[in-house]
Every structure is written in structure tokens, then in C-alpha cells.
């Protein structure tokens, strides 16, 4: 089959988002075939939307996509290759895919670097009482926050919970600083020169004075920080979430926060996964609570100013697509392992 004969689609549960489906990206998916691009599919049944699916090569989902009808694996028709432009796939698509041996596909390591940057200054921000600061200067006075909670990364313990590509991003950030490390993951063997690997989240949590959450959310990890655990840490001890909500029990969390004991920086939050706090939760006026609103690996204003018009995202995305016209393995596959620890 020549490229420009492949047949591409993609549906989207309303409008498309245009921060994915930009007219350069779709110009560009334009140049390797005929797109299909299908808004407002969530109005149509399933069997539409398997059918709709049975005449393309290649699926493309992102994050507004409905979930992959799972039809499909008996009954695939042209369907060969399912590639998510993002990272998060489960809510898309199920396990049953990898298990059949589909090939699937997402971003990789895109967002680990910016994500990880987002770490460390979520933790700086937390560490150097920077909101606090922003509050008070914008009052009458010119008064400071408490100084017996400011402090530096330098000789901090810092605790990793997850060492995939976000958490080792976190790690060779944080090495630049001068923090003492110790990190948790029981499914990574990768080590890192000068870091020490916790035995259990009990251990990292006891030795640590923050503790940067950059795990996948799966069954095992769903609520694994609990009130024992963030009991662990020091008076002024700082929980930084950058992977998922779920991960923490947040109303734990929150209530060490309002009792003035511990501070949290989180990009995302344990709300049927909107990352979203009504405006009417007085959680949100807590001096010591940094919410970013799952933004924090944001890199928008780099592609303003240097001009270009893909993401990293849309950009390995389309790599994957060439290589698989071109009967090349596309990077970044999903086996059982990989889909199991992944978010």
C-alpha cells in the first residue's frame, strides 16, 4: 500500500480539542493520507463508531476521543494501528487490545522533561513560600510569611515516588541542586548514580522532608499515600503531585494542610479526573495549598517565539505514522508491562 493511501481517522467525543487537532497537525496527517477527522461522536452508538473505525488503516485518540469499541478486536477490517497523539491511554483503550497483540501506540517520554520542570518548581515554589509572598505583598503592608518553613533544596531529603521518565527527569533536576534523594518504585530496576532506593513508601516517607508523586495510577498505586503515610513526614513536609490525582487520598492530605502541618503543591487533583476545584471550596484559599490545574508541563509560549507549529506530541505522532507506511516498527509500543504500569 503506498502512503498517501492510507486511511487515517479520528473521532472526538464533541468538538475537536484544537489544542491537539490544529490545522497544522491535520495538514500534516492531510500529507500522509486521507484523515478523517469525526466531531461529536459521542452522539453516536458504539456500533457507529466501530464501523466508522472498520474502514481506516490507522486510529488516531487523543484526549477528547470516546473509548475504542471493543468490537473491534474480533472484528478489526482495515484496522491495523491505533496510535494515541497523548500519554494517557486506559480511559481510552482497554486491555483486552494489548492482550490481542494490536499495536498501540502513545507519546513516550514526550512530557517527561517539562512535567519534571513543573516538579521541581511546584517544590521550589512550596520551599521558598513564594504564594505566601505573592499574598502578602499584594496587601498594605510589607510583611514576610513565617521564615522557620522557608528553605532549599540544597541538603533537602527529597523523596521520588515512581522513577519512570517523569520521576528520572525529577532526579537529575534535583541532583543539580544538591537535594539528597531516595526513591520508590517497584517496578523500575534503573538506578541513578548518588540516589538511594526506598524499600517501601513507609521508608521514603519516613527519610524524606518532600515527596515529588510521579507514578502511574493503576489498582496498586490508587490511594496508596495515606494518612499513615504523610504522617511520616516533618511539621512543614511538602507533597508534590505531578502524575494523578488518585494516587493520594486527598482528603488526607487536605486535612493536614488546613490543620497548618504539612503543604502541598498539586497539578492534579482526585476528581473523577477534571484535575478541578469548585470556586465555592474554601480549600482553595489555604496559604500553604498550590493547585496548577494539570498545566504544570505546559510549553506553549516556547512554540510561540521560536515559531514552530507541532508539539513534541503531534511530532512523534507523525514520526510513528512514517515509519509504520514505511513498515518500520513505530517507538514507544505497548506490551502488557508497559500498559500495566502506565497511567
Same mark, same amino acid.
Given at each position: ?112 522533561? %517539562?512535567? !519534571?520542570?513543573?516538579?521541581? $518548581?511546584? &517544590? =521550589? *515554589?512550596?520551599?521558598? /513560600?513564594?504564594?505566601?509572598?505573592? @499574598? +502578602? ?106 502524575? %494523578?490525582? !488518585?494516587?493520594?487520598?486527598? $482528603?488526607? &492530605? =487536605? *486535612?493536614?494542610?488546613? /490543620?497548618?502541618?504539612?503543604?502541598? @503543591? +498539586? ?77
Amino acid at each position: 500500500m503506498k502512503k498517501g493511501r492510507f486511511k487515517i481517522i479520528s473521532l472526538h467525543q464533541k468538538g475537536r480539542n484544537a489544542g491537539v487537532w490544529n490545522d497544522a497537525f491535520c495538514s500534516a496527517l492531510s500529507d500522509r493520507g486521507e484523515h478523517r477527522l469525526i466531531e461529536n461522536a459521542a452522539a453516536w452508538t458504539e456500533a457507529e463508531r466501530a464501523e466508522a473505525i472498520r474502514e481506516a488503516d490507522i486510529l488516531l485518540t487523543a484526549w477528547d476521543a470516546p473509548p475504542v469499541p471493543l468490537s473491534l478486536i474480533a472484528e478489526p477490517g482495515q484496522l491495523r494501528y491505533i496510535c494515541h497523539v497523548n500519554g494517557e491511554i486506559r480511559r481510552i483503550i482497554d486491555r483486552p487490545f494489548i492482550e490481542a497483540g494490536f499495536l498501540v501506540t502513545n507519546w513516550g517520554p514526550a512530557p517527561g522533561r %517539562r512535567i !519534571a520542570e513543573g516538579a521541581v $518548581a511546584l &517544590l =521550589l *515554589a512550596s520551599l521558598k /513560600q513564594i504564594p505566601e509572598h505573592v @499574598a +502578602l505583598k499584594r496587601g498594605e503592608g510589607w510583611t514576610h510569611p513565617d521564615p522557620q518553613w522557608t528553605g532549599s533544596l540544597d541538603g533537602l531529603p527529597v523523596g521520588i515516588y515512581g522513577f519512570g521518565v517523569i520521576g528520572r527527569e525529577c532526579a537529575r533536576l534535583l541532583k543539580a541542586f544538591g537535594s539528597d534523594l531516595v526513591v520508590f518504585d517497584p517496578y523500575s530496576k534503573e538506578g541513578m548514580e548518588g540516589i538511594e532506593r526506598a524499600d517501601s513508601l513507609a521508608t521514603l516517607f519516613s527519610k524524606c522532608a518532600a515527596v515529588v508523586i510521579a507514578a502511574g495510577l493503576n489498582d496498586e498505586t490508587r490511594h496508596s499515600v495515606g494518612a499513615s503515610l504523610l504522617s511520616l513526614l516533618p511539621d512543614g513536609g511538602i507533597v508534590v503531585n505531578v502524575a %494523578r490525582g !488518585a494516587i493520594v487520598d486527598q $482528603a488526607a &492530605l =487536605l *486535612a493536614e494542610v488546613r /490543620q497548618g502541618r504539612l503543604r502541598a @503543591a +498539586l497539578d492534579v487533583l482526585d476528581t473523577d479526573g477534571e484535575d478541578w476545584m469548585p470556586p465555592e471550596n474554601p480549600d482553595r484559599l489555604l496559604s500553604h495549598l498550590i493547585l496548577t490545574a494539570h498545566t504544570v508541563g505546559g510549553a506553549s509560549w516556547n512554540r510561540t517565539i521560536s515559531g514552530n507549529k507541532l508539539n513534541d506530541a503531534q511530532s512523534i505522532c507523525l514520526s510513528n505514522l512514517d515509519r509504520f507506511m514505511a513498515g518500520e516498527p513505530p517507538l514507544y509500543s505497548f506490551d502488557l508491562q508497559r500498559y500495566d504500569r502506565s497511567t
